[in-house]
Structures are given as C-alpha cells and as structure tokens.
C-alpha cells in the first residue's frame, strides 16, 4: 500500500512538472506541443536525462530505442545486472549499449539482422520501433494474425493509439526523435494483452482496461 501511494504521488508530481519545459527541449511540431511527453518520460527515466532540442529531426539510434523499450517493460534491473554473451559481431561488450541490447533481443523485443548484426547505431525506422513497441504490450500474437511485419504491427498499433500524434506514421524511413518519444509515451499508457492460452497459430487473450505497463511493470497508477 505504501509503494501504491508513492506511486500516486509522484504521479500526480510528474503531471505538474510536465507544463515545465525540460532542458529546453520545448518545440511546437506540426501543431502538436511535446513538453508533456518529454517531462513524463525524463523525470521516469525512460529517456536519457540531455535532450535533443531538435526533436523533430533528429532521430534515435537502434541501441538508444532498445535502452528504452528494456526501461518501458521494466526490465532496467535484468539488463544492469545481467552477463550476456555476446550476441552480435557489431555490438562489443564495450558498447554503449550492450546490456540493453542483450536484454531487448532476449526478451523477444528487437532481433538482429539477417547477416549476424544488430546495426546498434544506426537510426531505427518507424516500422521497426512500432513493432516493438507493439511486442512491449504483448500483442506480437495479434500482429502477426493481422498479417505479421509491417502491416499487422501497424494495424494493431492503430487499434491500441499507439500513433495518437505521431505525425511520421510508419514507413521504413528513420524515425524523429519526436515521433519516438510520443510513441514511447503512447506504449507506457496503452493497455496491455495478457494470454490465457497459445497452442499453435490458436491463441486466447483478454485486454484489461486500465492494466498497462506503468500499473503492471512499475506500479504507477493513474487517479
């Protein structure tokens, strides 16, 4: 009860900070005001703590989303504490990002390429990241039924507003660093799958208003 009531608290304190700029990061793009998104997700720690002011053009590199989504579904503690073999021959262990990395394609979030490489620096595609985004809330099993990459992850993304002011809905071009912290948002907010049974392609699954990564992952609810 104690931690469900810290949870509320600081809550209801990131709303307030969320009308205060962070680090000058405040842009107006397309008609749509960030400032919300950007305080909620720093002041968790989802996000690096130095922004980019630029959030409409710059863009975020396949390491960086990966750190992101392993926060997203709680799993920070696994990929600090964890000893992961290496997995991929352009991701040494000296790596920004190795933990996390490790951690996203063992949790079944991001896969390498075809050639043995996870390309940790180069941008991610909006058709990348919606895609995990999508498996971040568990619904890979619906996507894939919708008719798997890109097309079912974006249509189950649709359904689920993962892309409410996403202004770059989905191509295979890069992402804006924008685009990826309000589908970041998006994804903490949206309710989550949970599967009663998979046997084969058949599989059983109920969606809990209200149960989303923030309440299930990181105990945080919203009053």
């Known amino acids: 009860m104690k931690n469900r009531i810290i949870s509320i608290i600081t809550v209801f304190l990131i709303f307030l900070s969320a009308f205060t700029p962070a680090h000058g990061a ?51 503690d696994y990929a600090q504490r964890g000893v992961f073999e290496q997995k991929f021959k352009d991701v040494p262990k000296s790596h920004t990002y190795y ?73 295979s071009s890069d992402a804006r660093r924008a685009d990826i912290y309000v589908l970041l948002y998006n994804t903490l907010h949206a309710n989550i799958a949970i599967y009663d049974s998979i046997s084969g392609d058949d599989f059983g699954f109920t969606i809990y208003e209200g149960k989303n990564l923030l309440s299930e992952n990181h105990k945080i609810y919203w009053i």
């Not at 058709?127 to 039924?145: D, L, R, S, Y």
């Not at 919708?146 to 770059?168: S, T, W």
């Open 99 to 171: 933990n996390y990395i490790c951690a996203s394609v063992e949790l079944g979030l991001f896969n390498g390429t075809s050639n043995g490489t996870f390309e940790p620096n180069m941008p991610v595609t909006m058709n990348q990241a919606i895609t995990v985004a999508v498996k971040a809330i568990n619904m890979n099993a619906i996507a894939e039924a919708k008719g798997g990459y890109p097309a079912g992850y974006i249509r189950v993304a649709l359904d689920n507003e993962l892309l409410e002011n996403v202004k770059q809905m989905s191509d």
């Open 26 to 76: 405040s842009i107006d793009f397309e008609s749509h005001t960030y400032d919300n998104e950007v305080a909620f997700l720093r002041t968790l720690g989802f996000i690096d703590d130095e922004i980019d002011d630029n959030l409409s053009t710059a863009t975020v590199s396949r390491g960086e989303y990966a750190a992101m989504m392993v926060r997203a579904v709680g799993q920070e």
